[in-house]
């Protein structure tokens, strides 16, 4: 049996690699669209909570610890509006509707400023009260604003 002519078989092998590069282009936008997979970002805002002792009746407590990564290659100014406003929050169902937010406290109009040095991280630690009238056990959406930076997680209360 005769071998086919060169110009078909790199033919044939350009059209098999094409399709493989296709392949793995796609996948890797799969990914990176569906959430799975992030490029890195300079700043990340990583927000964690865990649900306190429930008491009947009483608040429901719950810690939330914030940190903020800076990894670009150069220092962050953070500024708010005021101390109430490093740290903002919001609880919602799953579909979104609103269910509490960080009531609204005393604040003076006074700026506030921070700065992140390049490939440092901050840490912060918030216990705030859920309202036991509000909030019941299931699954929530919890939105964080920490120094202008946003970030949500799934929530459950039990």
């Not at 005769?2 to 690699?17: C, E, F, I, T, Y």
């Not at 608040?59 to 150069?74: A, F, S």
């Not at 040095?117 to 919890?142: Q, W």
């Amino acid at each position: 049996m005769a071998r086919p002519p060169l110009k078909a078989d790199v033919s044939q092998r350009m059209m098999n690699m094409s399709f493989a590069m296709l392949a793995a282009v796609g996948v890797i936008a799969y990914f990176i669209y569906s959430g799975n997979v992030q490029p890195d970002e300079p700043v990340k805002l990583i927000v964690t909570a865990e649900q306190g002792a429930a008491t009947p009746d009483k608040p429901l407590p719950l810690d939330v610890t914030v940190r903020l990564e800076n990894n670009g290659k150069e220092g962050l100014a953070l500024t708010a509006p005021t101390q109430c406003d490093v740290f903002r929050w919001f609880l919602t169902g799953t579909n979104k509707e609103f269910v509490e937010a960080q009531p609204e406290g005393a604040c003076a109009k006074v700026t506030v400023a921070n700065y992140l040095d390049s490939h440092h991280a901050m840490t912060e630690k918030y216990t705030i009260t859920l309202d036991p009238e509000r909030v019941h056990p299931g699954d929530y959406l919890f939105f964080v604003r920490y120094w202008g930076h946003e970030e949500n997680i799934p929530l459950t209360i039990k």
